[in-house]
């Protein structure tokens, strides 16, 4: 999977890795790809639900070594 | 896609209750949310330019967690609030849970707008240089124009 940027979110809970992602999203164009990196278990969700209100999308997701790993592509 | 608004009245000081309303605040803004917070009572702690002296008290506190059953004779003795407190931080440190003061800057980063009550500023004789900067102080009547208007009202 094609990225742009990465975004380290390990160790982070919530809300970091949604407000993060949003602050890294936010100097990104249109149709760029952010792939973030998290090990809290809730970022499962909270990224889904940030993709379904905020009108980006989640165009990937994977389980890696304990770590979830989230292609979030800007609107 | 009309903006949504949420309006939190944070009236509580203590270390576990600043943690709501900041978090909820950076979520929701996170999340689109055209955001205010209105600080009154000991919610006015949670301005303070310096946060290190929000804490939390082991007494009467019986819904707290606590590594050992702690009876209330020790609950309150001296010096075991300050170790509540440094224990408290210390796990929410070691659980990747944001720092108050880091929750607070990504809160007006992404801004969240913050009010304090002016009453209770007064009520308190409160320092406004010990406050940081970016607070406007008004009343509830001022506070409700905003509130009446959301989609998430709540008190903490």
Redesign the interface.
């Given at each position: 999977m094609n990225f742009d940027k990465e975004l380290n979110a390990r160790?982070?809970?919530?809300?970091?890795p949604?407000?993060k992602?949003?602050?890294a999203l936010a100097d990104m164009a249109t149709g760029q790809v952010l792939k973030v990196i998290a090990?809290?278990v809730g970022a499962v969700k909270d990224m889904q639900?940030?993709a379904d209100?905020?009108?980006h999308t989640l165009v990937a997701t994977a389980e890696e070594n304990g770590e979830y790993i989230f292609f979030m592509k800007k609107k | 896609m009309t903006t949504k608004k949420m309006a939190i009245i944070a009236t509580k000081g203590t270390l576990d209750m600043a943690y709501p309303p900041f978090i909820l605040a950076s979520t929701a803004a996170a999340l689109g949310y055209d955001v205010q917070i209105f600080f009154t009572f000991y919610g006015l702690q949670l301005l303070r330019k310096d946060l290190s002296d929000v804490m939390i008290s082991p007494l009467a506190n019986p819904a707290m967690p606590m590594p050992v059953p702690m009876p209330v004779m020790v609950q309150m003795l001296p010096g075991m609030e300050s170790m509540a407190t440094m224990m408290m931080k210390q796990k929410l440190k070691k659980h990747g849970v944001a720092s108050l003061e880091e929750l607070r800057d990504l809160c007006l980063e992404a801004d969240v707008k913050f009010i304090a009550c002016q009453m209770t500023v007064d009520l308190f004789e409160f320092d406004k240089s010990e406050f940081i900067e970016n607070v406007e102080y008004g009343g509830a009547a001022m506070f409700f124009g905003f509130a009446g208007e959301t989609d998430i009202c709540l008190f903490v």
């Open positions: 160790g982070l809970s919530c809300p970091l949604i407000v992602t949003k602050k090990t809290d639900a940030f209100q905020t009108g | -």
